[in-house]
């Protein structure tokens, strides 16, 4: 089992920047992959970054190219997510996620979920 706390969701002003935490504990050595995803309100659940090993390979989906930064401490099984230049557009409930997918930003294709945290961004 792999367990996924997330922090770091807040609220801030179109333009500005918000770094996401996520904290791994368990059998986090058994995963290969850990991404971000986020879910707004009426809408399914998206991929945003996802990083391979130690950083290996980064993938990130094109709505938060050059905006967005994934980046996975493997001394203390931490990832982060960076994020700048956000938009209205970035409001979700963001959640951590474990797992070895053949898809990185395919949400189905994980098996380990944190709780989420709540990123809003105003106009």
């Known amino acids: 089992q792999v367990q996924l706390v997330e922090s770091g969701g807040g609220s801030v002003e179109a333009g500005g920047s918000l770094v996401l935490t996520c904290a791994a504990s368990g059998a986090a050595e058994r995963v290969s992959t850990m991404g971000w995803f986020r879910q707004a309100p009426g809408k399914e659940r998206e991929g945003v970054a996802a990083v391979y090993g130690r950083g290996e390979y980064i993938s990130y989906a094109d709505s938060v190219k050059g905006r967005f930064t994934i980046s996975r401490d493997g001394a203390t099984k931490t990832v982060y997510l960076y994020m700048s230049r956000l938009q209205t557009e970035d409001t979700a409930v963001y959640y951590c996620?474990?797992?070895?997918?053949?898809?990185?930003?395919?949400?189905?294709?994980?098996?380990?979920w944190g709780q989420g945290t709540q990123v809003t961004v105003s106009s």
């Open positions: 996620a474990a797992g070895n997918p053949n898809q990185w930003l395919d949400p189905g294709a994980y098996t380990y």
